[in-house]
Each structure stands twice: as structure tokens, then as C-alpha cells.
């Protein structure tokens, strides 16, 4: 694959607080990422520097051959902040309006175009300020698309949204992956959005703590489980083969299973003294629990 976006030993203090220690990241095109951590962990910090508005302390970043420094790099970028940037006083048309005026090539077709995409028609004449959180973030993002760019960076999309919301950004965002191979890079919370991740980078102050694709991740630190309840757990537990991940619990055994059909033949043999058994799927929650021995939120 094509490496869009190249980042290598990127560090950032703030003080004595080293908020980004010596991050590498590595982005093809069409994919998206997912930086994952909890409060404080340098997500927002690494993407100010990507977008060019915080200087790091050292490190490499190249979109292509460009760097944040050079007029180009922005081109093929879109940002959504973590908060609006938007003019609350001006319309929805006026603020994309106000956007496309800053490139030479965009007129108000492109906003007549993208404002439909977005469903913002109806109300592309209410004041920004007017908007619901879910609406604004429709509009920060059509702004944010509104020069084609290659690579979108979304700081926390869609916290404070709800369901309904979420999945419309998601809609959206995905339309745009498969039409314009838009290369989306997004910092969350939210585990269903690192779900839907090609790539994860796990944060946790300023390091990467794992990198990898969220199947791999959930096998190394959030099987599927097999939770059987028993009178008998430590008996039972001497029963498995030594490399087996068997975990005594409240209420019975845990047990790490590479699957569903593995679980029968387990089952059938201890059946005589299982009063109840679920299986449980690894989640992100868990992968970080694992990671950094705290929960997500
Ligand atoms: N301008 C600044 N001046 C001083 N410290 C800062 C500044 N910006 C960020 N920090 C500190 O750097 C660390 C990383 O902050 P950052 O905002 O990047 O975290 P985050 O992962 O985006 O968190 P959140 O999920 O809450 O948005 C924090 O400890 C924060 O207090
Ligand atoms: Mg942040």
C-alpha cells in the first residue's frame, strides 16, 4: 500500500509535560485510523501538529513529500475540530460560502453540491448558532470537505451526539471513503468508531501503547470468552492443559476461546457440572483495560 501520511519520532512538551513522546504513524490511502486513548493522552496535540497549527519540538511529518510548512500540504487536508470553528452569527450557506471563497477553483455550486450531500438543505439558511450539536457537526464537516481533500482529520467527530446522529456522520463519512477514497483520520472514545477502523494506534500519555488492526488487538488483549458458572471452578480449571487462558471468576470459570465451535467440545466434556454458560465477545473497552489496567471512560 501507499504511505499518504509519513510521521516518525514526533514529540511535543508542553513545560515539563511531555504531552506526545515519539510517535511514528504510518497511513496508506482509503484507509481510516482510529487514535484511541482516554482524557489527556495527546490525541488532540498530535493532531494540531499534523494540521500544521502546533510546531512539534522534533520529528518528521510528509503528506506525500510535503510538510505542514508548505501551502500545498493544506490543500489535500480537512480539519473538524474538536470545537466549531463556525461563525455562529452567519447562515449555513454563509459560513461554506465564506470557506469556498478562500480557494480559487470553489464556487457556490461545490456548496449547493455538498450542502445536499449533507442534507443541509433545509436549512442552509438557519444561523449556525441555531443549529442542534448534530447539526453543526454536519456543517463542520461539509466544510471540511469542501476543497476534495485526500486526507480528513476529525478530532472526536461525534462525542456528545447521539445514536441517531452518530450514524448519519457515519453514513456520511463512509459514502465519502468509497466515492472519493477520502483517507480519514479520527480521534475517539467511542469504541463502535474504532470498531470500524482499518488501523488502531492505542494512546496513552503521549506513547503509542499498541498499533494494530482492532481483529488482532481483540485477539492479543480481548478474546471471546467462554464464562461458565460452576460449583466446581478450581477443579475444573486443573483440568485444562497448561497453555489455556482459564480464569477463576465470582461465579465460575473464564475461559479465552478462539471461537464460537470451539466452545462444543469444552461444553459437552464438562457438562455434568455447569449449571449455566454465556460466551462473551472482546471488545475495545477491554483491549484497553488489558493495555493500561484502566477503564476507557
Ligand atoms: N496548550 C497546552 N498547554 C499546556 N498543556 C497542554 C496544552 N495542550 C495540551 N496540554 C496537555 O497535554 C496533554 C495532552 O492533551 P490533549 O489535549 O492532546 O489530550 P487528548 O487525548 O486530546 O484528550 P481529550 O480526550 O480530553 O480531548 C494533557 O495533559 C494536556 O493537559
Ligand atoms: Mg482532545
Not at 513545560?15 to 481510516?32: C, N, T, W, Y
Amino acid at each position: 500500500m501507499v504511505t499518504l501520511l509519513y510521521v516518525k519520532n514526533l514529540k511535543k512538551s508542553f513545560g515539563a509535560k511531555l504531552a506526545v513522546d515519539d510517535i511514528d504513524l504510518q497511513i496508506s490511502r482509503g484507509q481510516l485510523i482510529a487514535l484511541l486513548g482516554p482524557n489527556g493522552a495527546g490525541k488532540s496535540t498530535v493532531i494540531s501538529m499534523l494540521i500544521g497549527i502546533m510546531k512539534p519540538d522534533s520529528g518528521e511529518i510528509r503528506l506525500e513529500e510535503m510538510s505542514p510548512q508548505e501551502s500545498h500540504y493544506h490543500r489535500r487536508i480537512g480539519v473538524v475540530f474538536q470545537s466549531s470553528v463556525l461563525d455562529g452569527q452567519l447562515t449555513v450557506r454563509q459560513n461554506l460560502n465564506l470557506r469556498a471563497g478562500m480557494y480559487r477553483d470553489i464556487g457556490s455550486e461545490r456548496v449547493s453540491e455538498v450542502l445536499s450531500q449533507f442534507s443541509l438543505t433545509k436549512i442552509a439558511d438557519q444561523k449556525y448558532k441555531t443549529l442542534s450539536g448534530g447539526q453543526r457537526r454536519r456543517v463542520d464537516i461539509a466544510r471540511a470537505v469542501l476543497h476534495h481533500p485526500d486526507l480528513l482529520f476529525l478530532d472526536e467527530p461525534s462525542t456528545g451526539l447521539d445514536v441517531q446522529t452518530r450514524r448519519m456522520i457515519w453514513m456520511i463519512l463512509d459514502r465519502l471513503r468509497r466515492e472519493d477514497r477520502l483517507t480519514i483520520v479520527l480521534t475517539t472514545h467511542y469504541l463502535e468508531e474504532a470498531e470500524t477502523a482499518d488501523f488502531v494506534y492505542v494512546l496513552d500519555y503521549g506513547k503509542i501503547i499498541a498499533a494494530d488492526t482492532v481483529q488482532k488487538l481483540k485477539k492479543a488483549y480481548a478474546p471471546t470468552r467462554l464464562l461458565i458458572s460452576t460449583l466446581y471452578p478450581k477443579r475444573l480449571q486443573s483440568q485444562f492443559p497448561k497453555d489455556w487462558r482459564v480464569a477463576v471468576t465470582s461465579t465460575g470459570l473464564s475461559i479465552a476461546v478462539p471461537d464460537a465451535i470451539s466452545c462444543i467440545p469444552i461444553l459437552s466434556r464438562l457438562e455434568s457440572s455447569i449449571d449455566d454458560f454465556e460466551l462473551r465477545k472482546g471488545t475495545v473497552d477491554d483491549i484497553f483495560l488489558t493495555l493500561t489496567g484502566k477503564e476507557m471512560r
